[in-house]
């Protein structure tokens, strides 16, 4: 049974500091590469911090410097500090498998989403 559970997010001021968490089902998540999504209101879901199961790390310009992706796979989950958040950070963020960074292509492999997690930075 796939499972995807986000956790952590919360209201925080600007240049504050949050991490997230994801537990997932283990299977088909444990041999991916995994990553951060997030889509904010009337923009499209995008991909923000990826990790390979060998542990190379790669990141969107807008995030880079101040957001950290990590993995423990003996724990079935995936982590995301962000530090320094920016008012434009406020999305709902998701994890799930990250095969590619080409804008949308994550449809064409993935079909299940967790519920995802609110972060909102504001004053």
């Known amino acids: 049974q796939v499972q995807l559970v986000e956790s952590g997010g919360s209201l925080v001021q600007p240049g504050g500091s949050l991490e997230l968490s994801c537990v997932h089902s283990?299977?088909?998540?444990?041999?991916?590469?995994m990553g951060w999504y997030r889509q904010a209101p009337g923009k499209q879901r995008e991909l923000v911090a990826s990790m390979t199961k060998g542990g190379s790390k790669r990141y969107a310009d807008s995030v880079k410097g101040r957001f950290t992706i990590f993995r423990d796979d003996s724990k079935n989950k995936v982590y995301l500090q962000m530090n320094g958040l920016l008012p434009e950070d406020t999305a709902v963020y998701f994890c799930?498998?990250?095969?590619?960074?080409?804008?949308?292509?994550?449809?064409?492999?993935?079909?299940?989403w967790g519920q995802g997690t609110q972060v909102t930075v504001s004053s």
């Open positions: 799930n498998r990250a095969e590619s960074w080409s804008p949308g292509a994550w449809t064409q492999y993935i079909d299940y």
């Open positions: 283990g299977n088909i998540f444990t041999l991916s590469a």
